[in-house]
């Protein structure tokens, strides 16, 4: 013998066996309850309400007169753990609303700051950026400063470099425009050649000059 079962909220049907705990056949039929007393009867987690074809469910229980008032017991709620199909018929079940699942706390003081932060005019959306981006920047640094010693002077020296790259491009930049295309400093080597050959010149000027001198 069978009956046939519909729970409305999850639109879900199906014939069950005689015998059958409603708990165990919204389960059989994919419907999720809780059962925080472990289905001893000793908290209402699991209750639901019958709107049709209550006549062939077992009668009222010790523990559902405990655990639901006489309103509740009124309006059809029964302990879905403690009540069982006893006839065949057409049984229609409401089961109660889930609790909604509490948010971890990070998430909710994300969506409060987002919250509030929509609501600030745009002159403190930008103002509270760049504080945000200036706490970010402390916290780089503070990042470097407790890195180790062998970390920070690598990124010592890469910072130096860049630093002097800038001071250099910037030097170059403030040239007057005449110095820019100004060839690059001589080398050692170059300074050194273009020496020897001035003093070359300057050494067969002054043997014409001397001869000049003699002829007059
Ligand atoms: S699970 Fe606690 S009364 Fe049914």
Excluded at 19 to 28: E, N, P, S, V
Excluded at 43 to 49: I, V
Excluded at 127 to 144: G, H, K, R
Excluded at 168 to 177: G, I
Aim: glycine share 6%.
């Amino acid at each position: 013998m069978e009956a046939e079962l519909k729970f409305e909220r999850e639109k879900r049907s199906g014939v069950v066996a005689i015998g059958t705990y409603l708990f165990d056949a919204a389960r059989r039929l994919g419907v999720e309850v809780e059962a925080e007393c472990g289905r001893i009867g000793k908290c209402d987690s699991c209750a639901m309400r019958v709107k049709e074809g209550s006549e062939f469910l077992s009668l009222v229980t010790e523990r559902e007169t405990e655990h639901l008032n006489a309103g509740r017991r009124k309006n059809g709620e029964r302990l879905s753990c403690q009540v069982k199909v006893e006839q065949s018929g057409e049984i229609t079940v409401m089961t109660n609303k889930k609790k909604e699942e509490e948010k971890p706390k990070d998430e909710v003081q994300t969506e409060e700051y987002r919250k509030q932060f929509e609501e600030l005019p745009l002159e403190k959306k930008v103002a509270s950026l760049l504080e945000l981006e200036a706490i970010t920047l402390s916290e780089t640094f503070s990042f470097v400063i407790n890195s180790p010693s062998h970390v920070v002077s690598k990124i010592m020296d890469v910072m130096a470099q860049f630093g002097l790259k800038l001071e250099d491009d910037d030097k170059k930049a403030k040239r007057p425009k005449e110095h820019k295309t100004e060839a690059k400093a001589p080398t050692a080597k170059t300074a050194a050649n273009s020496g020897s050959a001035a003093n070359g010149k300057t050494r067969r000027q002054n043997k014409k000059d001397n001869s000049d001198n003699n002829q007059e």
